[in-house]
């Protein structure tokens, strides 16, 4: 009776790997990853982490030969007290607010009626039409800007909330979105819907949505941080400052109050910047699983 004994060598084809190496390189991997997402994080927040420690320098450590990031003497209550005092910018803060909050509620009524019929609808050119939905990605506010602006001012509406907004009511990219997230929502729920007597503007609002609040918080972040930041249309429509938006405001507040002082520049930059963050950080959550599950099928 012949006895075969197993080799206690690991054979060429590599099938016999060890444990302690799968081990060892799934560590590697893992610490090169998160090495570079480390340091892409690093290099994104370092400008806001300059800013918010120029923010509470004093102008001699700001043009100081020898760098240093942390100030050996704050001058934070100056920075700020002359930033609130010199501009309102509350006020630009609040504008941002009324802004961003009428644009996007805005937008929310028109592209989710208009994404759920190009996604559950069946109706002659619905290809087409979401075909031109696509080119309207491709066409930048600068485009239609003159003909918008002869158009605001022959009715006498520049100078106003309604003339920052207007151009941005109906968005592409939020119709875009939103198809894509309702494709992955189920036929079986809509046709149940129906069936039990509920009209499509009914099956839209009550069932729908309350569904998409992850692409809806999605689309919100980009709505918002887009909105907020916007310098051009603005800078076109608004001579006002009382009516400035944020980059409007700051730009007022550098060419007329702030001369060299970068200490209060940044410090108004850091008050108009705070309201993004807190927003992200409030619904950064929701974000991630808009981003992740939309165009899940």
């Known amino acids: 009776m012949d006895t075969h004994l197993p080799s206690p060598h690991p054979s060429p084809g590599g099938r016999g790997r060890s444990p302690v190496g799968t081990l060892a390189r799934r560590a590697a991997t893992l610490f090169v990853v998160h090495g570079i997402l480390i340091a892409g994080a690093v290099f994104i927040l370092l400008p806001f982490v300059w800013m918010l420690i120029t923010s509470?320098?004093?102008?001699?450590?700001?043009?100081?030969?020898?760098?240093?990031?942390?100030?050996?003497?704050?001058?934070?209550?100056?920075?700020?007290?002359?930033?609130?005092?010199?501009?309102?910018?509350?006020?630009?803060?609040?504008?941002?607010?009324?802004?961003?909050?009428?644009?996007?509620?805005?937008?929310?009524?028109?592209?989710?009626?208009?994404?759920?019929?190009?996604?559950?609808?069946?109706?002659?050119?619905?290809?087409?039409?979401?075909?031109?939905?696509?080119?309207?990605?491709?066409?930048p506010i600068q485009v239609p800007a003159l003909p918008l602006y002869m158009g605001l001012a022959q009715v006498g509406l520049l100078n106003t909330y309604f003339a920052i907004m207007m151009p941005f009511f109906s968005s592409v990219f939020a119709i875009f979105l939103f198809r894509q997230f309702f494709r992955s929502y189920p036929d079986e729920i809509i046709h149940a819907a129906r069936l039990d007597g509920m009209s499509e503007f009914e099956i839209v609002w009550l069932i729908v949505v309350p569904s998409a609040w992850p692409a809806i918080a999605a689309f919100s972040v980009f709505s918002i941080v887009a909105h907020w930041n916007d310098l051009y249309w603005p800078l076109i429509v608004i001579s006002d400052t009382h009516l400035a938006t944020p980059p409007l405001g700051m730009m007022f507040f550098a060419d007329a109050e702030t001369g060299s002082n970068y200490g209060a520049l940044t410090a108004a930059a850091t008050v108009l910047t705070a309201p993004l963050v807190v927003a992200f950080l409030i619904a950064r959550r929701r974000f991630i699983e808009g981003i992740t599950m939309t165009g899940i099928k």
Request: proline fraction near 6%; charge should be positive.
């Open 56 to 139: 509470i320098k004093s102008p001699a450590e700001i043009f100081a030969v020898d760098f240093s990031l942390w100030p050996k003497h704050f001058n934070a209550v100056e920075n700020y007290g002359f930033a609130l005092q010199k501009v309102p910018l509350l006020r630009f803060a609040a504008n941002g607010v009324i802004v961003c909050a009428g644009i996007l509620l805005i937008q929310l009524l028109v592209a989710i009626p208009c994404a759920y019929a190009l996604a559950k609808l069946r109706f002659p050119g619905r290809t087409a039409l979401f075909a031109l939905v696509l080119m309207g990605l491709c066409i």
